[in-house]
């Protein structure tokens, strides 16, 4: 499985942006997306989680306090996409936005197997 993300950008402050992950690859199903972000300077063991969606079943999303009534976390399970859709940004927004996924695959042999794999990130930066 593979994710790819898209959308980001340079916004001034106030402004919106619509993020998108897509999932390809042999996907049965997926269990839980998270949008996570690494500010500039910051190592990869300090990636903030900024929202998650549980499960295909309908779970309830959660959300980072710094981002809640800002950003909305959405997913269209027919393109295998999920969106974080990201308003009122303020330059503490600006980082390197990725997105994680678990769920299960079909493996190469043809048997169903976890995935937990990652985005490679696409950036924000919000001007003041």
């Known amino acids: 499985v593979r994710l790819v993300e898209s959308g980001g950008g340079v916004v001034q402050a106030g402004g919106s942006l619509r993020l998108s992950c897509a999932a390809s690859g042999s996907v049965l199903r997926i269990h839980a997306v998270g949008w996570y972000r690494q500010a500039p300077g910051k190592q990869r063991r300090q990636r903030e989680l900024v929202a998650i969606l549980p499960s295909s079943g309908g779970g309830h999303p959660n959300y980072a306090d710094s981002v809640k009534g800002r950003f909305t976390i959405s997913r269209d399970n027919a393109k295998n996409t999920v969106y974080l859709q990201m308003n009122s940004l303020k330059p503490e927004d600006t980082a390197d936005y990725l997105c994680?996924?678990?769920?299960?695959?079909?493996?190469?042999?043809?048997?169903?197997?976890?995935?937990?794999?990652w985005g490679q990130g696409t950036l924000v930066t919000v001007s003041s």
């Open positions: 994680n996924a678990l769920g299960v695959e079909v493996s190469p042999a043809g048997n169903d197997r976890s995935f937990d794999v």
